[in-house]
């Protein structure tokens, strides 16, 4: 009796919290989250919200986990404390079968593309829809064709991945993180190691996608420059917290010192270009001991 | 003293944590059996684990089988027993030599394929691309792997015996000149289809069980760098090489030991 009356309260909750989530129009929503990874601090009671429909990067020197805050979120890492709410389901709840199944309506790209080498660039493409539908051949070929084609590689599908150039692979990755039409996108790092040609292609992927799909798209990228032309609001994270956010054109106005200098690319600033060392001249003299 | 206490209490830890959670991989990749539309997947690693591991046990079990018919031919003829050669080789390789070496060459050369493959796919982030998509690579990588080594594993070795009593009656019979009918007739009176061949196979069983569960997961848990997986192939053949030996002679001196 007891147990039944803690199980409809805790639908209730979920139904208003689903409620809250969906007239508030954020899609994400993380509350007073904490991670450590070993004995370091990576986040430190991080709050932040991403509205539907947008495209939301985050943003931060190396190191300041946000790859991890990509884990966290698609349930891949589970963190110390906080919430973790998705379409007003908590995440960090989720038992292993519920996150396989919440997945499917989460796309990830990859910074290493992490396409399957042993598949073709086709079977890639189809390997999400033969596992997660029962749709016919040939149904099928014309949905992996048309994701190839949105990434202009329908004429590569059947190369195999290790025939393919960084920036190709990259958007194989991406037709692959599509082919079941996800309502978020979770790009990492996905301008990394790509020449200006590959990048621009994938800057305006990126933002046609989001528009085309009505999705959600969550980027985590250190490229300023791409990433304040696509992005809708900016999250900047840095010694575990949000130092700051807002829409790219306040952020470069920002009068933050630390905001500024990564939004400028100032070498040194409140984020130092030393790691923490003893006095140079001490050092030196000091010589071998 | 106490540091040396100390770190032989950390090798403990670390040893009984790395059990965890190769039964934790274990449980979470066997407790189901595969679907019937996994079944592609379950013959294509079959094929990579057992039919390409063919060439190695077919040439090893001849060469082994010619050398032990020579030794026992040269041993037996002084006695003018040239015809137990056929039941001292039927003895030896059912019992002993032909579950062990198959499952050391298994060892070698598709354990350490198996642990760099999955290796290599979470290095790639294949696997943890897999588990964003939705899919467990636990069910869809690790399992099909692991039963595609226990099916193998005894086939292959029923194929070593086979081999090798030929390579045993190319020595014996056509080269050396042994009575043939000696050499089948008393193969025939002496071994026994339970006491010899079943227990010999249920050896191979549990070594095939040993060797795949050890390659899996030495991939599964590999360090993502260059270094850590060299140091999880080595692993896996000596750890599967030393677990083979090992639970060899716990299996015989159950099986066969009479006190």
């Known amino acids: ?85 998705i379409d007003g389901q908590d995440v960090v709840r989720m038992s292993r079968t519920e996150l396989l199944a919440l997945r499917k309506d989460i796309g990830m790209l990859f910074q290493a593309s992490a396409l399957f080498t042993d598949l073709s660039v086709f079977e890639n493409v189809a390997f999400p829809l033969r596992v997660h539908t029962s749709l016919s051949e040939e149904l099928i070929r014309d949905l992996v064709l048309m994701k190839l084609n949105a990434v202009g590689l329908r004429g ?21 993180a599509i082919a079941l039409d996800p309502n978020l996108i979770m790009y990492d790092e996905p301008f990394t190691g790509q020449d200006p040609i590959a990048m621009g292609v994938l800057v305006s992927l ?24 696509i992005a809708d609001q900016i ?28 939004m400028h690319g100032k070498p040194d600033g409140p984020v130092p270009f030393h790691y923490p060392a003893d006095d140079y001249q001490y050092d030196v003299v000091a010589g071998i001991d | 003293m106490v540091l040396f206490l100390r770190r032989i209490g950390m090798r403990a830890f670390k040893f009984l944590a790395a059990l965890g959670r190769a039964s934790a991989l274990w449980w979470s990749a066997m407790r189901w059996l595969p679907r019937l539309s996994e079944l592609n997947l379950l013959i294509r690693q079959i094929y990579n684990v ?42 030896v390789l059912l019992r002993e030599l032909g579950p062990v070496v198959t499952a050391l060459l298994f060892a070698g050369r598709a354990g350490s ?4 493959e999955i290796g290599l796919m979470k290095t790639t982030e294949q696997l943890s691309s897999m588990e964003m998509m939705g ?104 750890i599967s090489s030393v677990l083979i030996l090992a639970s060899d002679f716990l299996l015989t001196l159950v099986m066969y030991g009479d006190f």
């Open chain 1, 1 to 85: 009796m007891g147990g039944a009356i803690i199980r409809l309260h805790l639908t209730e909750r979920r139904q208003v919290l689903t409620k809250l989530s969906i007239m508030s129009g954020n899609l994400i929503d993380i509350q007073n989250l904490t991670f450590r990874r070993g004995e370091r601090l990576i986040f430190d009671d991080l709050s932040l919200s991403i509205p539907r429909g947008s495209i939301t990067a985050i943003m931060g020197p190396s190191g300041t986990g946000k790859t991890t805050l990509l884990k966290l979120i698609g349930g891949q890492e589970k963190p110390e404390a906080g919430q973790i709410l």
């Open chain 1, 156 to 176: 590569a599908r059947d190369l195999m991945p290790a025939e393919l150039s960084g920036g190709m692979s990259r958007r194989v990755a991406l037709a692959r």
């Open chain 1, 206 to 229: 990126i933002k046609n996608l989001n528009q085309a799909l009505a999705t959600t798209s969550l980027l985590v990228s250190h490229d300023i420059h791409e990433t304040v032309g």
């Open chain 1, 235 to 262: 999250f900047i994270l840095a010694d575990g917290r949000v130092i700051g956010s807002g829409t790219p054109a306040e952020l470069r106005d920002s009068d933050s010192e630390m905001v500024s200098q990564f």
């Open chain 2, 50 to 91: 057992g039919y390409l591991s063919l060439v190695i046990v077919v040439l090893s079990a001849f060469s082994i089988g010619a050398v032990l018919a020579l030794q026992f031919y040269t041993q037996l003829a002084r006695f003018g027993a040239q015809e137990a050669v056929g039941v001292g080789l039927a003895l």
């Open chain 2, 113 to 116: 394929a198996l642990t760099a």
């Open chain 2, 135 to 238: 899919v467990d690579p636990l069910r869809r990588i690790v399992a099909p792997r692991i039963w595609a080594g226990i099916i193998s594993v005894p086939i292959l070795t029923a194929i070593f015996n086979t081999v090798a009593i030929y390579g045993g009656v190319v020595v014996a019979i056509d080269w050396l000149g042994a009575d043939a009918g000696g050499f089948w007739s008393g193969m025939q009176d002496v071994v026994d289809w339970w006491e010899d061949l079943a227990k010999g196979m249920f050896k191979s069983l549990v070594f095939a069980i040993l060797v795949t569960w050890v390659a899996v997961f030495q991939g599964y848990d590999s360090e993502p760098t260059a270094e850590g997986m060299a140091m999880s192939t080595t692993r896996t053949v000596v």
